[in-house]
């Protein structure tokens, strides 16, 4: 068999990154793959202020950070989604929707996850006119207009905080009447006089007017009222499923899709480790990606080396 790589790395995130800069130490041959964004979750993350060393930082700054440093030492970056991987034991065959099929010693599945889309009529119609779910992207196309952000987790709040510094008034909705997201964060929000807090509900339906959005119906979980949100803009942060469709062959995933690994990030198929938001884990931060990026790619050269 034709081997092309010791290790390919499927996605450029924050554990995909931190693997390839260990693998490479490691004098792995190593690709990194990636079907979509370079950089992952991060480039579309206004501020992360919690990982260290970084005080402050735009998830876009520390991305191209991480980009340049996770191939300085050579990993080939390769772009192109990949549709399925077949386990031949020792080989691992890597299939990419360009048509091309890479051989491999050993693979780490960093891809994380995927946004919830809004289930609403007309909403596929919308998105990228109206409903956007990057307000780092888009968030200035609504520059003094009022926008609804759904959903109450960190993603939610910490883009609603930024939101506020173009909006005018950014309303949230919620529905249960608790937050997801951390304490200081939930702070921030209920201090902000642009944030407005609407519990209880779901949306509903678009309003649309001569072709644009021009507001949000939701309906009350408790009394079944419905009411309507003024918003030129609608952005949901409702969470996320892991990236994994491309897996199911292994049998590696649990009830939700998610990788299940170890403590060395190894997944039941030898040489076949998960990395990152995508595996089955508690807390899902850049930190603890690039922490289970690091584990991987040293299991794997362990691995490698037996
Ligand atoms: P999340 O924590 O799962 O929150 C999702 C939110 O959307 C929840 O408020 C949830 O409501 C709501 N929701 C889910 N489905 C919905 C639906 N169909 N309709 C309306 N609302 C719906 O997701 P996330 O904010 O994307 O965060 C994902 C992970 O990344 C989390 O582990 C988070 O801590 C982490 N993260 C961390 C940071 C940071 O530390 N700086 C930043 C971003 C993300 P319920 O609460 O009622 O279920």
Do not use: W
Not at 16 to 43: C, H, M, S
Not at 69 to 94: N, R, W, Y
Not at 166 to 171: F, G, P, Y
Not at 222 to 229: A, D, H, K, P, Q
Request: hydrophobic content about 40%.
């Amino acid at each position: 068999m034709d081997l092309q790589y010791d290790v390919i790395i499927i996605g450029s995130g924050p554990a995909g990154l931190t693997a390839a800069i260990y693998a490479t130490r490691a004098n792995l041959t190593t690709a990194i793959i990636e079907g979509d964004t370079p950089g992952g979750k991060l480039t579309k993350t206004y501020e992360i202020e919690n990982y260290p060393g970084f005080e402050r930082i735009s998830g876009v700054d520390l991305a191209m950070q991480m980009m340049e440093h996770g191939q300085k030492f050579g990993a080939v970056m390769e772009f192109s989604p990949v549709t399925e991987i077949d386990d031949e034991g020792e080989f691992k065959l890597v299939h990419l929707g360009d048509g091309r099929v890479l051989t491999t010693r050993a693979v780490i599945v960093a891809t994380g996850t995927n946004e919830r889309q809004l289930d609403l009529p007309r909403a596929k119609e919308f998105t990228g006119r109206g409903i956007s779910y990057c307000a780092v992207c888009d968030g200035a196309f609504y520059r003094s207009k009022e926008v609804a952000v759904i959903g109450g987790g960190n993603s939610a709040l910490e883009e609603s905080l930024y939101l506020t510094q173009l909006v005018n008034k950014v309303n949230i909705i919620i529905r249960r009447d608790v937050f997801r997201a951390d304490a200081t964060v939930v702070d921030k929000v209920r201090n902000n006089p642009k944030i407005n807090i609407i519990t209880k509900s779901l949306p509903q339906e678009l309003v649309i007017e001569d072709n644009a959005i021009k507001g949000l119906v939701i309906k009350n979980v408790e009394t079944g009222e419905l009411s309507t949100v003024d918003c030129a803009g609608i952005f949901p942060y409702m969470g996320a499923d892991p990236a994994t469709g491309f897996l199911k062959n292994l049998n590696i995933l649990d009830e939700r899709g998610y990788i299940v690994v170890n403590k060395d990030m190894e997944t039941a198929v030898p040489g076949i480790y998960g990395a990152g938001d995508v595996t089955v884990k508690d807390l899902r931060q850049v930190v603890t990606a690039t922490n289970d990026g690091a584990i991987a790619a040293n299991a794997c050269a362990r691995y490698l080396n037996r």
